[in-house]
């Protein structure tokens, strides 16, 4: 086990053994997943109806996100307070309380603990003494935030405002798809990734393969030089967007030469991947929106989703997949936003390759973890200035994104 190292501050040089060591996984769950930071639980349409529940887990612990009352989204600890049972094993459910089914202690909606059986004992012996305080004794609360339907929950009620963490440069590109119209859950999508949670997170704010390993993508709907800009949040540049048009020829950056990966042998025999029907103000195609640590917010064509990495231990992560429209969508928008769906998930003809290349990532770090990796595309800035889509081909917002978590890991 390495111990933890200060002193490093060259987000151009990542040390590998980030990525594998047990120790460094532990302290990660500590400081940042049960730390103060704002953690994606779920879409408040998920849980329409007073009790309904959802269970989804922050770093490896497990929490129920619950309608606790119509206008109230509670989030708890998944866990008894007798003897730390885990209560709920399904992913949904609906309940008037929620009861564990060791011995049967029963909590409200909200967490707080209503009744325990044999409180008093059987005939005035035994049971709990009279100085028993119910209210003492309830499920673990979270803190929550609730961005027009987006559903965030930290452990530390002392976190900052979502808003602050998000940051004002990133913010209106979260609102572009949650504008507080009310949702509709489409689908989901689970794979388990055998590679550290965060090679996911630099995959999702690489742009410089997205043209290069992605066959689909630069044979059908992208070239390097379109029209794009991307932009980090000023105060931590963990957080990022990226955006793009299909606007523009291939005249600015990387010529087909450099992109061995284009094939003029591939055809689409389903021309209905492309149609799509204009859905906001301005042009972009594709929006990613990446907020710290491990939250990702999708919208290509009419196709959205949110994703997260979640860590299972320092070597593999689930890749979490929700796919949404909104209630007041026709037919026609619904059957786009899936047929789109097949760009993405664990079989999208994109996302394909991402997997792919990620369990090599994997397995190839694990092998030296005391060598580092590069990042010094683009220089060694942790931001760039936004609206400059040259400078797309950066690995900036990487840097950003390690800038912080080193700071958040103590490792300066
Ligand atoms: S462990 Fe839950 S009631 Fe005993
Ligand atoms: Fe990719």
Known sequence: MIENRAGISDPTQVPYW???????????????????????????????????????????RPVLVVRSAPDRVSVVLN???????????????????????????????????????????????????????????????????????LLFASFDPNVEPFADAVGPEILPWIHRAFDGRKMRVLGYQRQRITCNWKVYVENLKDSYHATLLHVYLITFLARAGQVGIQAQDARTHANHMTASARTRPSDELGTEGEMQSLRKDIVLHDPRMFASIKEYADDYSLVIAGLFPNFIVQMQSNNLQVRQAIPLGPDAFELSWTFFGYEDDTEELTQLRLRQANLSGAAGYISVDDTE???????????????????ALGGSATSHPPDDYRRTVSEAVIRGFYRHYFDVMGMK
């Open 18 to 60: 980030i990525y594998s060591d047990p120790g460094h996984y532990k302290r990660e769950l500590e400081a940042i997943f049960y730390g103060p930071h704002w953690h994606y639980v779920g879409i408040e349409s998920e849980i329409p109806n007073v009790g309904d529940y959802k269970r989804t887990v922050i770093g490896e």
């Open 79 to 149: 866990r008894c307070a007798h003897r730390g049972v885990e209560i709920c094993r399904t992913k949904f459910g609906h309940g008037k309380t929620i009861v564990c089914p060791y011995h049967q202690w029963s909590y409200g909606l909200d967490g707080g603990l209503l009744g325990v059986p044999f409180r008093r004992g059987m005939k005035g012996e035994g049971g709990y003494p009279a100085d028993f305080d119910l209210g003492a004794h309830g499920l673990e609360t979270l803190t929550v935030n609730n961005y027009n339907g």
């Open 357 to 375: 290349v990620l369990e090599w990532s994997g397995s190839g770090m694990r092998v030296k973890p005391e060598d580092s990796g590069i990042l």
